[in-house]
């Protein structure tokens, strides 16, 4: 059997947009097949195409040298083909062992036990290392996409499709999922492996099929083709994977952050005695491991919580006790972590989360009235702007755009908000080479235009790149500052674990 699963010359329309055209995938057994593209460019939709989530309008699908048709997603399971989507489907307060055979109960009696035995075993298998009896929000995002492929594992999958698997997983995380995957792989499994990293494909993929604005451009094997290459067969230019940016002097403080104490949730002291400031025409990136304090800051900062003790000034105005609506009228634009929570109104138009932060000022309303033709105006400015792909321009729910594009709707709205001080948490976050490249020279351009910048990122690689100084958060605590130019991923990275410079 030369190909475990083929899809022949698929077509798929929605309205506005072609987003597969006369596309063909062919996997071969025990391979990690990697299906790499920009974002919109119809990488998930293929896939949905092949678990029955979509109908393709033409085109065939064969499993294991037989042509099948798949009207839903059990029906893909039967062929043994299992997906982990891009956000979890998991009930919170349900276990591991109740998620994992929610829709297989069988009978009357419900044999918990049995089951959990069963979602051990396979555990241990795959070293997994996950407690079938723990409940899904007592335990990590990387733990719970190991609840999502135990799912697959305890339905028999042989072909299992990952939706851009690490987009909320720690680098720690990212490097062990593909070992998972390679693990996979030996036990006669095949991998579709849905991401525009190009790092992990390097990593992890054997072979990798690139599509661009829904055509298959070609397909590659991994070891012979450079990320470079890649990049370009993905946007059809050559891509800069360095910002060019001047040396420049900071101003005046922009963001003063002082002896800052905040509380988590659980009455928690995460943030304690934190002091940072950023100043105009600088970029600070402050780096850390997940869970270390970046999360409560950037709500006190933001006015999503309330701090303990401490001030937060910007431009010499304290706004420790201001409402959220009056931090960003005083220059704060914020670009959120969790862009589903914080950053849009899935229901609401483009158009309409365009204006979220200044609906109420004219053009965009006049007397209490919302002025509809200014507002879907403005949003066609920053589509173009950021280049914000959807079906039917301002008139696309946010909810129908994919990840990456609703980050860019993010980006362009906070951007042209023209802040002083730019809160910027996970900026490229989902997003393709081509979406990082020019996301990271419109943030350098913020920095150029006199703005004070404090991107708070996971990736080390990306502060690197675009920090003038780097601050360092663990345990809720600034560990150091350091010029960026005078420092090296190996300090910093020891600093993240507490280490402090001139410590023995």
Do not use: W
């Not at 591991?96 to 109960?105: H, P």
């Amino acid at each position: 059997m030369e190909y475990v699963v083929e899809m022949l010359n698929i077509r798929k329309e929605f309205p506005g947009v072609v987003a597969n055209d006369d596309i063909t995938l062919q996997i071969r057994p025990m391979e990690i097949h990697a299906l790499l593209g920009e974002n919109g460019a119809g990488k998930s939709t293929i896939m949905s195409i092949l678990f029955g989530m979509y109908h393709a309008d033409r085109g065939e699908i064969r499993v294991r040298n037989k042509k099948v048709t798949i009207s839903n997603p059990n029906d893909a399971t039967d062929l043994g083909i299992g997906m982990v989507h891009q956000h979890f489907k998991l009930v919170e307060n349900f276990t591991v062992t109740e998620n994992i055979i929610l829709g297989l109960e069988g009978s009357q009696v419900l044999n918990r036990k049995r089951a959990a035995e069963r979602i051990q075993a396979l555990s241990d298998q795959y070293s997994l290392k996950i407690d079938p009896y723990a409940r899904i929000d007592e335990i990590s995002v990387g733990m719970q996409q190991r609840v999502e492929i135990l799912k697959m594992l305890y339905r028999n999958a042989d072909v299992l499709i990952f939706d851009e698997p690490t987009g909320v997983l720690t680098p720690q995380e990212v490097h062990e999922l593909m070992q998972i995957m390679k693990d996979l792989i030996k036990e006669g499994k095949s991998i579709i492996l849905i991401t525009h990293k190009l790092k992990e494909i390097k990593e992890a993929a054997d072979r990798c099929s690139v599509i661009r604005r829904g055509k298959l451009v070609g397909v590659v094997d991994v070891k012979d083709t450079t990320e470079k290459q890649m990049a370009a067969m993905m946007v059809g230019r050559e891509v800069s994977f360095k910002v060019e940016k001047e040396p420049r002097t900071a101003g005046e403080i922009v963001l003063d952050i002082q002896q800052l104490n905040v509380q988590n949730a659980r009455k928690y002291r995460s943030v304690k005695e934190f002091s940072l400031q950023v100043r105009a025409g600088e970029i600070v990136g402050l780096a850390g491991v997940d869970g270390n304090g970046q999360k409560e800051l950037v709500e006190a900062i933001t006015g999503l919580c309330t701090i303990e003790s401490g001030h937060i000034l910007i431009n010499g105005k304290d706004i420790s006790s201001l409402s959220v609506r009056r931090r960003n009228e005083t220059g704060l634009a914020h670009i959120p972590e969790d862009r589903h929570k914080h950053g849009l109104i899935m229901d609401y138009t483009v158009a309409e989360n365009m204006v979220l932060k200044t609906y109420y000022h004219p053009p965009y309303s006049n007397y209490g009235v919302l002025n509809e033709k200014a507002i879907a105006q403005h949003a066609a400015k920053l589509i173009e702007l950021f280049d914000v792909r959807s079906g039917r321009g301002a008139f696309t729910p946010a909810g129908k755009l994919s990840g990456g594009n609703q980050q860019k709707a993010i980006v362009g709205r906070e951007i042209d908000m023209d802040p002083d001080i730019l809160l910027a948490v996970q900026p490229t976050r989902g997003l393709d080479v081509g979406a990082i490249e020019y996301i990271h020279k419109r943030l350098v351009e913020q920095r150029d235009k006199g703005k004070a910048v404090l991107m708070i990122s996971l990736e080390l690689d990306e502060i690197f790149n675009l920090a003038d100084r780097i601050a360092v958060i663990s345990n809720g605590e600034l560990i150091d500052v350091v010029d960026t130019s005078e420092t090296n991923e190996e300090e910093v990275g020891l600093m993240m674990t507490g280490y402090k410079r001139g410590t023995a």
